[in-house]
């Protein structure tokens, strides 16, 4: 389907077709709620697997478990298998559960206000969709960042985000800058070694690798676990709970795995030869304070006699290249941002007005809070997938995603009463939880001192302090105690009050 401006009124309105917005219609649909439309601002699905094609792009989860539990991927070519197949694999799930037919591409949602029974969403080529139950499913890396450097706009050459990028640009024999040494960072320098004539990488803060070796799967591994599908989403669970034992119990206290993971970084630094580069190299916090980046390659890559880190602040860029703090003078040809994303952005810039008027941007500013990390008080039947506090550390955030499609699907169900006009978490229990969250986060590695995408304006981790199988506990089921049900006259009231307001 492509964009419209005819006006539409659905059931519930999924924003964005991404792996979560997929989970999420998956989930209304195996409950019978077919009446569901999904809207997308780009082409096609994927979400970050369609915006991100820099070269090197790959999963660092191993894609056994990188994939939906109803839907497990049997023919993985590698443990850590590239965008493209990772976004096919999406595409695929999206067709077989009809949801294609039912995306509209081309379309960006500007607005969404609640109008007493259901929310009225502007689109920016003019249109209205009104729908009983709004969930955003715009991801979390989602807006590039684009940093804030002198003279960035005077380079001469090619300059990109490395989720804009730019492939009419050849890097080959070309002299290459990276500003950036995330997980991005960290896939593009070994790919861009050895092609570019030489590769300068712009490190602001060193950071911690884990050294993940990549595998490449048999075909008969496939034809054994497409002949014995049990086997499949057996070794999908499998690898799901080593994410959960290992990873996630790293991030939330610290134990042996943390000690683990750690001395695994630090026996991955000593891969480098020379010490002054060692040294360099050496980040000044504690390895999982931030996210931990997966690599084999990097410490390779940055040996490479034709690949030049640089740590000293960059001052200004240049037409012709980079001048850092100590004069230096980095001549380059192209310069790639790999500077990573606005995560306390969510679904922002649409603009969210639930009741009287309220602003989520009021309400959120830096400081995002949800409940359970899914609904807002005050925006009834207005859900969040990956919202604030999710599980987002170095596992698989498909589960995360498949377990809050679930419990969204169960409250959008509660809609289903005549006398219901509207759902939505309570402020009460909504600001005691957060209050037992945060206090639960002394333990977790982000409260290391460590500045990260992981945190809030308030410095606070936006991450979750307790294990992915409390999370999945938390949202078994709707605990309709915790959640206003807001009557279908009262909603009607509320909504002539809203219109004549406007
Ligand atoms: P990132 O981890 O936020 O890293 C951004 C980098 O840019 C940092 O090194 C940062 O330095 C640097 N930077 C930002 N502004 C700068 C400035 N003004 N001057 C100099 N340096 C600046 O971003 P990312 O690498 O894109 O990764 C983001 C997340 O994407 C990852 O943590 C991961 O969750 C996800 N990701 C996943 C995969 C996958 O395979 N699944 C692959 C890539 C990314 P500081 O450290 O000093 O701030």
Redesign the pocket.
């Known amino acids: 389907m492509s964009g419209s401006q005819h006006a539409t009124d659905v059931h519930v309105l999924i924003v964005g077709a991404g792996m979560s917005g997929i989970a999420m219609g998956v989930a209304l649909r195996r409950a019978g709620i077919d009446d569901l439309l999904i809207v997308e601002k780009g082409d096609a699905v994927g979400g ?1 697997w369609r915006e ?1 094609t820099y070269p090197g ?5 191993v894609a056994r478990c ?1 994939c939906f539990s109803f839907a497990p991927n049997p023919a993985w070519s590698t443990w ?1 298998p590239g965008g493209a197949e990772i976004r096919a694999y999406f595409e695929g799930v999206a067709r077989d559960h009809g949801l294609l037919e039912r995306t509209r591409f081309g379309v960006e949602v500007t607005q969404a206000r609640w109008a007493g029974d259901r929310w009225r969403v502007a689109t920016r080529d003019g249109g209205t969709i009104t729908a009983r139950a709004l969930v955003t499913a715009c991801g979390i ?1 989602h807006h590039p ?1 684009v ?3 002198p003279g960035l706009d005077r380079f001469a050459g090619p300059a990109f985000h ?2 804009r990028w730019n492939h009419d640009v050849d890097p080959t024999g070309r002299r290459v800058g990276i ?9 593009i320098t070994p790919a861009l070694a050895g092609v570019a004539a030489d590769v300068t990488v ?4 060193a ?1 911690w690798i884990l050294p993940l070796p990549n595998r490449r799967l048999r075909p008969a591994s496939a034809a054994l676990f497409r002949r014995f599908p049990r086997l499949n989403r057996l070794a999908h669970r499998g690898y799901s709970r080593f994410y959960d034992w290992t990873f996630a119990e790293a991030t939330r206290r610290p134990g042996l795995q943390r000690r683990m993971f750690s001395a695994l970084c630090r026996w991955n630094l000593r891969r480098v030869r020379d010490p002054e580069l060692r040294r360099r190299l050496t980040p000044a916090d504690d390895p999982m304070c ?2 931990l ?2 690599s084999w390659s990097y410490y390779d890559a940055i040996q490479r006699p034709d690949v030049t880190l640089v740590d000293r ?2 001052r200004e860029v240049v037409p012709d290249g980079i001048v850092t703090e100590d004069g230096a003078h980095h001549p380059l040809d192209v310069l790639v ?5 606005d ?1 306390r952005a969510y679904m922002r810039p649409i603009d969210v007005v639930g009741c009287d008027g309220t602003r989520l941007d009021d309400v959120w500013g830096d400081t995002p809070r949800a409940y359970r990390t899914v609904a807002v008080p005050r925006f009834p039947s207005f859900f969040v997938l990956l919202g604030p506090h999710s599980p ?1 550390g ?1 596992q698989s955030l498909v589960a995360i995603a498949e377990v809050q499609a679930r419990w969204i699907t169960e409250a959008i169900g509660l809609l289903d009463a005549a006398d219901v006009g509207g759902v939505v978490p309570r402020e009460d229990v909504t600001a005691a939880y957060n209050a037992r969250m945060l206090a639960a986060m002394g333990d977790t590695a982000w409260t290391g001192g460590c ?3 992981y945190l809030d304006g308030d410095g606070l981790p936006l991450a979750w302090p307790w294990t992915p199988r409390e999370h999945g506990r938390m949202l078994a089921t709707v605990d309709r105690s915790e959640l206003e049900l807001l009557p279908a006259g009262a909603a009607s009231a509320a909504a002539t009050a809203t219109a004549t307001a406007d």
């Open positions: 970050t991100n792009v790959a999963c660092d989860v990188y850590l890396l960042v940093p804030d450097i490395t989720a500003i950036g040494t995330g997980s991005t960072s960290a896939q712009f490190q602001r803060t950071q931030r996210r980046v997966m602040r960059i941002l790999a500077t990573g994303f995560t987002v170095n500045d990260s995408w």
